[in-house]
């Protein structure tokens, strides 16, 4: 009954659209894979979708249409629409092909060949070219908004740090980003620049995100996911030539509030600068101005040679940020490992310049054979100008290039490649230090993978072998002594066996392991999972992998003098002691390849080396007990006394030998049986802290950090298959976690405890001594705090204090050479996080789509000592959840979208950014303008932030409202 029913409907349906039409066209629709046919499949004419009707049980239609009719439109919900040219036929029979959403969608990213998403032992997205096309990308990671686990910092217009499931950082390289298999990431330095990748939504064909370690078949550096980037092929085009030409343009908001408090102090002079006044936005329209441009041509020469032309530009004024530790004039200038070089001869104004400039050229030429053959050849290079964070604070990128030559061989099973990646900074600087960064880097990696099917195709074996060689080069201004023996060399091997037990039961095992020449011991990376397919529409899967993190070109190379003289206590120590050499105590970092030894006494106790050992007649490499050694403790008390008149002099404005005449006798001239203490240096607060001696150990080269992630997920269809849902919940432990640049050489200092003790006696006798009493009364009125009349415990805190903070010396490892404080990476220890991520997409209907995305995590931060303030920042939220919907209005050729995003509060600790980033709510509104009267044609609008929530997205960055965008894009 119900089956003649719906057929009645059917015929009922098509009887009121073919009533006085003059052509009637049948056929029968089916899945194009499974050859079955579909029932319910909507077909309408394109010029007029009132005129249309559905296939019947057995996925039959009739449909009665105007003579002038040019086009059939095939739609199913979970199926890729389909367009068939009439052309005066009769009879058009139609195969669909699944959504790229469906269950069926083929990825690639979590086993590194074609596989079905349900089936990908991995928690993975795919954002398909439908989702790009409807997308108004001014960057390419705007496609990844909405995606569940992924972690976007947005620190500009256009500027991004991306990370899956936390651990997010300024300046970040963390997630494995691919274009085309190359890597992205800038050589070297290690991090992923958005605006670097030469490719436009007009040439993406699809983007996989792979949330969770990846390293037993991508190697190192994939412990935070992957992203992968696929552009399109010229020869898969249905047309021998096309050319997709685009115009854009928009304007940001203008920010009301003041921009920031700038540091209103001057440099050169150290006074208040009196013509400082707060910085405003830009009140001209101009000013807050974007526009955007890209054409892409391709062309099939043959059914076997095609070639690809991408041309991108963009331009605009960024959001505006003025940091107050940014000075307001600047020498330029570059670090070595022999001290800073002055490039200026006079002070330049330290003004941000907010334009962004990016041109770029991607080319592609791709041949096939055969069938089964296939080779690519690719290049591109792009020119960035504008301002990006850094770990040591912001940058102005002035020319910085980034250019890349990749070859690809695929036949059949066999896949290889070998892709080349450059940098050149350019002019680029710091706007803290004005320092240029020179970076001339490269990277070559070559690829060998193959696949073979055994035991009756139960057994699939996937192995292959990667290299990876990086050359930095940097001019000696980061890597310094390094600078000619700094290239890292990493060969990595795998095998991964999938073996069917049945058609509901698979398991996966992998096994890699790969060498790095900086690194003792080989690492080893495995996976496993089980994977229990309970019918046709769902799947659930538990799996292990282990991934790593390889020590990076800074974290092995780097050699920088940052400060030649702390204090400047070497200048005065030159002057008061007439030496030829200045005994200064600089800052300097460093790698660390094999990790460092101390020199100890016969106590146990760590030694130092003093700067004084040549003033006192040993040699410089004279390690000292910190027992105390009268000579350089009288050298010491000798500069601190000085210094604590001098001090005096500039308060009272008197000369220093008439201070020194008149407070000298109150104080001993020379001291004994006082011994020392260590104190650390701490890089966040600037202070030293006491530490305790027998805390000093030898430590190892840096190693690889590694990543421990088990995860139980389920994805499948609900509701006949009008919902995808995906849930994965995990635990994560990262081993060996690798910290900012950290102390390891303590400073040695008088005791105050014993300084109080050798000098009281001494000091009492002089403060009674009438002789000195105009010296006891003026001290009396300037440090009588408690009013008691007696002032003589201020003093000798005052003289204790000033003492007991001149350092005498540093104690170095025996590695290294100079007594000075060195910075360096070490490994801090372990860390755990647990987490889920939650995604559906619920086809309401052929047109209406409604995406939900939620993330937790249950820390956003983690004690740990040695780390940065003694914790470790994810710098990502604990919760964060997500709502895009996208609508198809036919009748009017408009698709409408929207995303709505929320993250809840989460501290930020990353580099030179510390403090608390606030809750973040968007929302992003998108139009897409398609008339069917202008062929291949659309024009797009994009408003994000639509109520103007004025928020910062980082500490540091800019705060940033609404923006909109308009684009116009033409396919002939």
């Known amino acids: 009954m119900n089956r003649n029913l719906y057929l009645t409907l059917c015929l009922l349906l098509t009887g009121l659209t073919a009533f006085g039409q003059n052509r009637t066209i049948s056929g029968t629709v089916k899945d194009a894979e499974t050859n079955e046919a579909l029932p319910g499949v909507s077909v309408f004419v394109q010029e007029d979708p009132s005129t249309g009707t559905i296939t019947d049980l057995d996925g039959q239609y ?23 040219a009439i052309a005066g036929q009769n009879k058009i029979d139609v195969s669909l092909e699944l959504t790229s959403l469906n269950l069926d969608a083929v990825v690639i990213s979590a086993s590194r060949r074609q596989e079905k998403i349900l089936d990908a032992p ?5 954002i398909t070219t439908k989702q790009i096309n409807n997308t108004v990308a001014i960057s390419p990671t705007d496609n990844l908004k909405g995606v569940p686990g992924v972690d976007i910092i947005n620190t500009g217009l256009v500027q991004t740090n991306v990370v899956t499931r936390g651990f997010n950082n300024i300046f970040s390289g963390a997630l494995l980003t691919m274009v085309d298999n190359r890597y992205a990431a800038v050589p070297s330095l290690r991090v992923n620049v958005n605006m670097f990748i030469p490719t436009d939504n007009s040439d993406l064909e699809r983007i996989e995100v792979l949330r969770g370690p990846a390293s037993a078949l991508y190697g190192p550096n994939c412990a935070n996911g992957v992203l992968h980037m696929i552009t399109k092929s010229p020869l898969d085009q249905d047309d021998r030539f096309q050319t997709t030409v685009s115009l854009g343009g928009g304007f940001r908001q203008y920010i009301s509030d003041t921009i920031a408090i700038a540091n209103p102090i001057d440099p050169i ?46 331009a605009g004024n960024d959001w505006l940020y003025d940091d107050p530790f940014e000075p307001n004039y600047i020498y330029k200038g570059y670090q070595t490992s022999e001290g800073r070089v002055t490039t200026d001869t006079v002070p330049t104004l330290n003004t941000r310049n907010n334009d962004i400039n990016k041109m770029g050229v991607d080319l592609r030429l791709d041949y096939r054979p055969d069938n089964i053959s296939e080779w690519i050849l690719a290049g591109g290079i792009t020119q960035n100008d504008g301002i990006e964070m850094t770990g040591i604070g912001a940058g102005q990128a002035i020319d910085w290039r980034y250019y890349y030559g990749q070859i690809r061989y695929r036949r059949d099973r066999l896949f290889t490649q070998v892709f080349l990646n450059g940098s050149d900074a350019g002019q680029t600087y710091l706007f803290r230090t004005g320092d240029q960064i020179i970076d001339k880097s490269k990277q070559l990696a070559a690829q060998v993978q193959y696949s073979s099917d055994h035991m009756n195709n139960d057994l699939t074996l996937i192995y292959g072998i990667d290299f990876i060689e990086t050359m930095p080069q940097t001019e000696s201004t980061i890597n310094g002594q390094y600078e000619n023996d700094d290239n890292i060399t990493e060969v990595g091997a795998y095998i991964q066996g999938k073996y069917m037990i049945n058609s509901k039961l698979e398991l996966l095992a992998a096994l890699r392991g790969d060498y790095h020449n900086f690194v003792d011991q080989p690492f080893v990376s495995p996976r496993a999972a089980v994977v229990y397919k309970p019918s046709t529409r769902q799947t659930f899967r538990l799996t292990y992998n282990r991934a790593f993190s390889a020590p990076s070109s800074n974290n092995l190379n780097l050699d920088i003098l940052q400060l030649a003289d702390l204090g400047d206590l070497g200048a005065f120590g030159q002057s008061l002691f007439g030496l030829d050499y200045i005994p200064g105590i600089g800052v300097r970092a460093t790698g660390n390849r094999g990790g460092f030894t101390y020199s100890y006494d016969n106590n146990g106790f760590a030694q130092f080396l003093s700067p004084y050992a040549s003033f006192i007649g040993d040699a410089s490499n004279t390690y000292y007990s910190i027992s105390g050694n009268d000579q350089l403790n009288n050298i010491t008390w000798d500069m601190a006394t000085v210094l604590l008149f001098q001090g005096f002099a500039e308060a009272t404005g008197l000369p220093l030998a008439q201070v020194q005449l008149l407070f000298g006798p109150l104080l001993p001239d020379d001291i004994s049986s006082v011994s020392n203490v260590m104190r650390l240096l701490n890089l966040t607060t600037e202070e030293f802290d006491l530490i305790d001696p027998n805390n000093i150990q030898d430590f190892g080269g840096i190693l690889n950090s590694a990543t421990n992630t088990f995860e139980l997920g389920w994805k499948g269809s609900l509701m006949d298959d009008k919902v995808f849902a995906t849930v994965d919940v995990y635990q994560t432990t990262i081993q060996d976690f690798v910290g900012p640049l950290t102390n390891i050489t303590p400073n040695v200092f008088l005791d105050p405890e014993s300084l109080t003790s050798g000098i009281y006696a001494e000091m009492f006798a002089a403060w009674e001594d ?12 300037a440090l ?12 000798v805190a005052t003289v204790v204090g000033a003492g007991a903070g001149v350092p005498m010396g540093t104690v170095v490892p025996t ?39 939620y993330s937790w995590i249950d820390k956003d931060s983690i004690a740990l000592e040695g780390a940065q303030l003694g914790y ?67 024009f797009s609008l994009l408003v994000s932030n639509v109520y103007n929530r004025e928020q910062q997205y980082f500490v540091g960055a800019p705060v940033m409202g609404r923006s909109l965008f308009f684009k116009a894009t033409r396919t002939f």
């Open 62 to 84: 009739s449909l009665a249409v105007p003579e002038s009719s040019t086009t059939l439109v095939f739609k199913f919900v979970g199926y890729e629409d389909q367009y068939v």
């Open 122 to 126: 991995a928690s993975i997205s795919l």
């Open 269 to 314: 002079t150290g006074l208040v600068d009196t013509a400082y006044s707060p910085l405003f936005d830009d009140d001209a329209f101009g000013d807050r101005a974007m526009y955007s441009a890209a054409i892409r041509h391709s062309g099939k020469i043959n059914d076997k040679l095609g070639y690809k032309i991408l041309g991108t530009y963009f």
């Open 770 to 781: 009438p002789s000195n009493a105009v010296a006891v009364s003026l001290l009396t009125g």
């Open 784 to 795: 009588d705090e408690n009013g008691d009349g007696d002032a003589f415990p201020e003093w």
């Open 815 to 853: 590695e290294l050479d100079q007594p000075a404080i060195y910075v360096t990476y070490v490994n801090l220890g372990d860390v755990t996080v647990y987490g889920a991520d939650l995604g559906a997409t619920i086809y309401v209907n052929d047109d209406f789509r409604v995406s939900l995305g």
């Open 872 to 938: 470790v920042a994810l710098n990502a939220p604990a919760n964060k959840a997500s709502l895009k919907l996208s609508y198809d209005i036919k009748k009017i050729d408009l698709n409408v979208g929207a995303t709505f995003r929320w993250q809840a509060s989460y501290p930020a600790n990353s580099g030179a950014y510390v403090g608390t980033v606030e809750s973040i709510n968007d929302l992003d509104l998108t139009l897409n303008y398609a008339p069917h009267y202008m062929d291949k044609t659309v």
